[in-house]
């Protein structure tokens, strides 16, 4: 009999509620204006520092995507009463030929990462995220031509869409590609932690 025996869990949900993504991307954009760049995974465009979780906007975006975060930690059957905490959030705006190198989330022992997309022009990016089996980048099986399924591939690429919510383990390494057309794509980022109550 063969088992999977272990299993890396990614959450995608599309939420349509355009006000919403539409205030956000307001936010974004006058933020832009009047803050400098951080300069961490990007390599081009913009990335804010952190912003404030208690801002309303956040606030409000936080409590409108909440129910698929707790959908995302619970596949993980946690059996003590927990705490979900966002930890930091950020956002980026990615211009033509901006990209983010591969990269992880790995400090202070965080547990997942959320990525929100509000607006994403045709070929302005995917989201690639690496198998984080080691073997899978130095044994032969993986380099042969097969089908693809769970056990033999190496990434998952994600062609994103606007409202598009991505939930997925701190630790797996993920990149984003070059932006390809003439707009900026919008997105926002946020680190999750799981505290025992």
């Known amino acids: 009999m063969t088992q999977t025996i272990f299993a890396i869990p990614m959450t995608s949900y599309v939420f349509k509620n355009k006000t919403l993504n539409n ?93 929100y997309y509000m607006k994403v022009p045709k070929n302005s990016g995917h989201m690639q995220l690496m198998n984080p089996d080691y073997g899978s980048w130095s044994s032969n099986i993986f380099y042969l031509e097969r089908e693809d399924n769970a056990f033999n591939r190496q990434t998952v690429v994600v062609e994103p869409t606007d409202g598009l919510l991505l939930l997925f383990p701190a630790a797996v390494v993920h990149s984003v590609s070059r932006n390809n057309s003439k707009l900026n794509r919008l997105s926002l980022a946020f680190n999750i932690k799981v505290f025992l109550k």
């Open 23 to 115: 205030k956000l991307i307001k936010f974004t954009l006058d933020m832009k204006k009047k803050v400098k760049s951080n300069s961490l995974s990007n390599e081009g465009g913009w990335q804010s520092p952190n912003v404030g979780l208690s801002t309303p906007i956040i606030s409000e975006f936080l409590n409108y995507i909440f129910p698929k975060i707790r959908e995302h930690v619970k596949e993980y059957k946690v059996k003590h009463t927990h705490d979900i905490t966002i930890q930091n959030m950020w956002f980026n705006v990615n211009g033509p030929n901006d990209y983010n190198k591969q990269h992880q989330h790995v400090h202070d022992a965080l547990d997942f990462v959320g990525v």
